[in-house]
C-alpha cells in the first residue's frame, strides 16, 4: 500500500549545544546539525528509518526550504514540494550540558497564498486510489479548519485512508469530517475531544471507544507519556507499556510513533501490534539528543521485548 504524508507548516531544524544557558551573555554553541522537521516530514522520515518507503508532501519556500528538500533527499526521502512565496520555517533545537535540560524555540509556519492551497490539493488529487495519507502537525498563520477539512474530504472521496495527528482546533475539525482510519491524540488533547476530564483509569478508554462509536475514527491511539499508550477499535482495547529506558530527549517521539503505526497499518496488522511497534519506535526515539528520529536497530530491539513481554 503506498504511503504518503502531509505537511502544511514545514521546518528547517537546527540543533545545538551550550555548556550553561543565562540573559544577555554570549552563548557559545557547538556547530549546528540541521535536519527537515514538520510532523507529515517526520513520519516519512521514519517511516524510511525503519525499512518503508512514504512520500513527503509539502510547501517550500526560500533557502531554508531548498536545504530542507537537499536534506531530505540526502535521506532517500520521496518529496513532492510545492513552490511558497515565504520562507520555510527555521526552529532551533538547544541542549544545555550543565543541566541537561532542551529548549525547544519553534517559529510559526509560512503562510500560504491561495494559490499554494490550491498546488497542494492538486497534489492529494494525484494520491493513487487505495492509499494511506498521514496528515500531520500544525497549520501555518492564515489557513483554517476548513482548508484542512476538505483537504481529508478531498482524499477519501478517492479511497484514500485518512490518518491524523494533529492538536486543538485542527484535531476536532479533523474528526468532524468522520472515518479518520488511525487518530493519535496524548491524554490532555482527548480530554479536550470529549470535552470532560479524564481523571479514573477507565476515563481513556472510555473516551476513545466514544470517538469511535461516533464515527468519527476507525482506531484511535492515546499516547500516555511513559506509561506507553492505548488503542481503542471497535472490538478490542490494548494498551502497552514500554520499558524502562534512558529518555535523552523526547522531540521525534510522537512522529517516530505515527509512522511506525502507519507502516503496520499498511500492512493490515491488528490494533495489539500496531501499537507495540509504534510504542517500540517512540521509546527508541528518546534514546537520542537533539532532533533525531527512531532508528531501526532500536526499534527492533524494543519491539522484540515487548513481544515477549
Request: proline share 6%; charged share 15%.
Amino acid at each position: 500500500m503506498n504511503i504518503y504524508t502531509l505537511t502544511l507548516a514545514p521546518s528547517l531544524d537546527s540543533a545545538t549545544r551550550t555548556s550553561q544557558i543565562y540573559p544577555e551573555g554570549k552563548l557559545r554553541c557547538s556547530a549546528p546539525v540541521f535536519e527537515p522537521g514538520g510532523g507529515g516530514i517526520n513520519v516519512a522520515r521514519a517511516i524510511n528509518h525503519l525499512g518503508g518507503s512514504a512520500t513527503a508532501i509539502f510547501p517550500a519556500g526560500g533557502a531554508t526550504g531548498e536545504h530542507l528538500c537537499h536534506l531530505l533527499k540526502e535521506e532517500d526521502v520521496d518529496i513532492i514540494s510545492v513552490p511558497s512565496q515565504e520562507w520555510t520555517r527555521q526552529n532551533l533545537h538547544v541542549h544545555i550540558d550543565s543541566s541537561g535540560e532542551q529548549y525547544r524555540f519553534v517559529m510559526p509556519g509560512a503562510a500560504l497564498s491561495s494559490a499554494e492551497c490550491q498546488q497542494l490539493a492538486g497534489k492529494i488529487k494525484s494520491i493513487p486510489a487505495d492509499s494511506l495519507l498521514v496528515i500531520s502537525g500544525s497549520l501555518p498563520p492564515g489557513t483554517d479548519t476548513d482548508y484542512l477539512c476538505s483537504l481529508i474530504q478531498l482524499a477519501q472521496k478517492q479511497n484514500i485512508r485518512c490518518i491524523i495527528d494533529s492538536s486543538g482546533d485542527a484535531l476536532s475539525a479533523a474528526l468532524e469530517v468522520g472515518n479518520i482510519a488511525l487518530v493519535k491524540p496524548n491524554q490532555k488533547e482527548l480530554s479536550a475531544l470529549v470535552k470532560h476530564p479524564l481523571t479514573q483509569p477507565d476515563d481513556v478508554q472510555l473516551a476513545a471507544q466514544e470517538i469511535i462509536r461516533s464515527g468519527k475514527a476507525q482506531n484511535v491511539v492515546v499516547s500516555l507519556g511513559p506509561q506507553g499508550a492505548m488503542g481503542v477499535s471497535s472490538d478490542a482495547c490494548v494498551q502497552v507499556v514500554p520499558p524502562p529506558v534512558r529518555s535523552q530527549s523526547t522531540v521525534g517521539a510522537g512522529d517516530s510513533m505515527v509512522g511506525a503505526m502507519t507502516l503496520k497499518l499498511a500492512d493490515g496488522a491488528g490494533l495489539e501490534d500496531m501499537v507495540r511497534y509504534g510504542v517500540a519506535a517512540g521509546s527508541a526515539a528518546t534514546l537520542n539528543q537533539g532532533t533525531r528520529l527512531c532508528s531501526f536497530e532500536n526499534t527492533e530491539k524494543i519491539y522484540r521485548y515487548l513481544l515477549q513481554s
